[in-house]
């Protein structure tokens, strides 16, 4: 039982690394790069599709990457399944 | 949206201090969203005009995380087996056309009273809503605990039996929320009013919600979950919408989203601990006291529209700041029932593994 538990958390140990980097990186791009891209985004029209892209990117890598961070903290749902 | 170019320019310099208070306010709202499915987001408007930014911008702002963030707390509940997806989306729908209506309503009552008639428009919507269907929540909380039938599933109310037993050939749809075929003629206009609510309040999930536990015969776990569909739907039309006229704040949108998307996924997890009775419980306060935070900017509003005599300046100060707090405070009450929720139910799974080990231990040593 302890192996399963392990390897659950190794797992999600990596899965937790690679997206945490990932949505750091997002992040990073998004306050040192504020500028051009408070100027794009507010252009409106045709531009509107970058802040609705961008919202699904950060909702994908970073609600991964918040997912498995409860997970390997040991918070996760009740085994039982409403 | 006249002043679209002058908003888009306002967008405000962001400290670390900033950046902080925006990711935790997120966290809790998200937090709260995550369990009941919606209110959360009555808070990150004004706490975002609070720093300085203008109203439109906020609005958009809220809206642009609100999405993603119910698209994350959807996914993670659909996995527990609370979401009914089919009823999410017709809902939603019809929700997306609500709040184009509400938006126009709110513009038209902003070109014919200006910002204080908007403003006491929004208010008294608050007040209204919240304590009527507050009120209804409340009442079934507190019979709940009189008949001690916390622990027992909910009772489908009589309307819902109602509705559900009403024939409309061509409009009857399977959902299996409900274990029953309904017409969509009943859940159009409540989608449609929960759109109206979110465009008015930010928070349509005052009104999903209950709607669907009360008139429908969702289970409140249901209820909630397939809150988070609708607001999806809602949310991508209505960020869509803003974002065409510029005014979406990516930066303000993602940091709040950094910090709810932390609090969804926990809310979500929380409900799997919790008896389904909780929901309400928690809707019930967070409405009750939020009431109570607009309630208090009514007399503010009359008076900048000369409806009652003016108020001094320092009244109008104490009004706000006190109005303020207690929306703060409520989104606290509501975290703090949902963390202990969460802690309690995590201590007794973790002793029942620990029973269940020592069980094992014995029977495999007895062999």
Redesign the interface.
Known sequence: ?AGNIDKFRKKHYGKAIVLGIVSLVL?TI??TE?HV??EV?????Y??????A???L??FV??NF??N??DIIG?????E?? | MHD?ATQ??N?ID?TTTTAVYLFIVGFIGGLVSGFIGSGGAFVLTPAMMSLGVPGLVAVASNM??K???A??GA??RY????VDVKLGVIMGISGEAGVLYGASIQEKIKHAFGDAGSNLYVSVAFVVVLGIVGSIILKDVLRSYKNQTTNEEEKVTALARWVQSIHIPGTMVYFKSLNARISVLFTIPLGFATGILAATIAVGGFVGVPSMMYVLGAPG?MASATELVIAFVMG?GG??KY?????????L??LI??GS??GI??G??G???VKPFMIKVVMATIMMIVLFSRGLMIPVYLAQLGVISPLGDSMVKMLKSTSFAIMILALLIGAFIILKA?IK??IA?HQLNLKL?VKQQTVSGGR
């Open positions: 039982m992040y998004l306050f504020q891209l408070n985004f507010a252009k409106g029209g531009f509107a599709l970058l802040p609705i961008t919202a699904f950060f909702s970073h609600g918040t997912g961070f409860w918070i996760s749902a009740k085994k399944k409403r | 679209i888009a320019s967008f962001l642009c995380h999405f993603p963030k698209l994350i996914i993670k996995r527990y087996g609370q776990l991508v960020s869509l974002a065409l006229h510029g005014l979406v704040d990516i930066r949108a993602m989203l950094g998307l932390f996924q926990l979500a997890i409900t799997t601990y969460i139910g995590l799974e080990a």
